[in-house]
């Protein structure tokens, strides 16, 4: 089994109407919701936040800011709007200082990072590399990985040798449309996925609700998965 984290996003941005989508989810079975730090302010996030936790769900807030300032304001935003998770990111190094002690556990991005929506660059060793490195980091329970937006590298290979060189979740991201990609996910080891966009834009079986593809795909990585211990 694999972990299915869905986003309330598209194109790397929180969707307006996200609170209304989260309400219509709450018996799904979901236990992971997640958002971007780029769309509706902290105020609404923290609602987000509020709302899926009463419904039992973990909640993880991914930084596709572009530049230092705006990431750096978004660490500190994530202690407010009160997630369990932040993800992505570029600057591990103030993320691990501004979320010491909160609890949140911290999955950046291995790899270099450019643009909105974001891409992955870099050889498959580099990446490799940096992820051991992060993964090596005090302060780095996880990683959030941009397997499928690399434009030449093989994703599934990446996976399996990103979630070989550290001990955390490895957290597949991006580009996700597919049952075949979830299986494929699944049998490189990592702990999770997210998908967005492709379940707003109707991709996956299910029907046409965002509900009805939330539950195939919830099923395709094997139903709801508890919470990780640690």
Not at 29 to 54: M, Q, T, W
Not at 81 to 92: E, R
Not at 171 to 176: N, Y
């Amino acid at each position: 089994m694999t972990e299915f984290v869905f986003m309330l996003t598209h194109n790397d941005s929180t969707v307006a109407d996200a609170v209304d989508v989260l309400d219509g989810l709450t018996e799904s079975g979901l236990s992971y919701i997640g958002f971007k730090d780029v769309g509706p302010p902290p105020p609404v996030l923290a609602e987000i936040a509020s709302r899926a936790h009463d419904a039992g769900m973990e909640v993880m807030l991914e930084i596709v800011s572009t530049d230092v300032d705006s990431e750096v304001r978004s660490l500190r935003a994530a202690k407010e709007i009160g997630v369990d998770w932040v993800l992505g990111g570029t600057q591990a190094e103030a993320g691990v200082a501004v979320l010491d002690g909160t609890g949140i556990r911290y999955c950046p991005f291995p790899g270099r990072i450019e643009g909105h929506p974001s891409v992955l660059r870099g050889t498959h060793e580099e990446i490799v590399d940096h992820a051991r490195r992060l993964g090596a980091t005090r302060g780095v329970y996880g990683l959030d990985l941009l397997a499928y937006r690399h434009e030449t590298l093989d994703p599934l290979e990446l996976t399996r040798d990103v979630v070989s060189a550290i001990d955390g979740p490895v957290i597949v991201a991006g580009s996700v449309a597919t049952l075949g990609q979830i299986d494929g996910i699944r049998d490189a080891g990592a702990w999770g996925f997210t998908i967005g966009g492709a379940i707003f834009e109707g991709l996956l079986p299910g029907g046409d609700t965002v509900a009805g593809q939330v539950a195939a795909v919830l099923e395709a990585a094997g139903g709801a998965g508890a919470a990780l211990e640690g």
